[in-house]
Every structure is written in C-alpha cells, then in structure tokens.
Nanobody, 112 residues
C-alpha cells in the first residue's frame, strides 16, 4: 500500500525559498509511467496543481508557477521535493503530494 507523507517549514518569510518534501513508502518513485505531483489549496480556494516529477525524472509545471517551482528527488530515500522561489503571502496554503494516494498535507504560511 502506497503512503505519502509531506514535511515542510510551516512558517516562511516573504521572498524565501521553502522546501517541501514528500516521503513515499510502499511504492518506488522511479517506477516508469507514474507521476508524483504537488498540489496546494489556499484558504477558501480550490485545489491547484503545481507540477509533477515522473518516474523517469522528468518534470512539468502549471504555467503560472513554472518560473518559481522546482521539483527534485532523492531516489535513495524515495523522496521528492518541491522548492518554491520568492514566496509571497499568496503562496500560503496546505500543500499536498499525490500519486495513487494523497498525503495528509502540510501547512505553509508566508508571513512577515
């Protein structure tokens, strides 16, 4: 059974570059044909897909975040990581990782 667990910094200052990590158990993130996504939900808004990293290591992002988002992976730890550059309060929300199953989410609050 695949399980995903997010971890992140919680409170972030504006203009910083937080890293959020998703640790996967029960399924290898290098498996071909699978796509490991980051999704977020701002307060009072719907889900927004951020991007994915594929089993082969290719990445793809939603156009509005493409210039600020990076997804990388550590295959030895079966983890993938989202970095979001130059955050603003509009980046506040709950961030989820997803593939087959959802993680429980991690809150990111951007505030000075």
């Amino acid at each position: 059974q695949v399980q995903l667990q997010e971890s992140g910094p919680g409170l972030v200052l504006p203009s910083q570059t937080p890293s959020l990590t998703c640790t996967v158990s029960g399924f290898s993130i290098t498996t071909d044909g699978f796509y490991w996504s980051w999704v977020r939900q701002a307060p009072g808004k719907g889900l927004e897909w951020i991007g994915y990293i594929s089993g082969s290591g290719n990445t793809h992002f939603t156009p509005s975040l493409k210039s600020r988002a990076t997804i990388s992976r550590d295959t030895s730890k079966n983890q993938f990581t989202l970095q979001l550059n130059s955050v603003t309060p509009e980046d506040t929300g709950v961030y989820y990782c997803f593939n087959l199953e959802w993680g429980q989410g991690t809150q990111v609050t951007v505030s000075s």
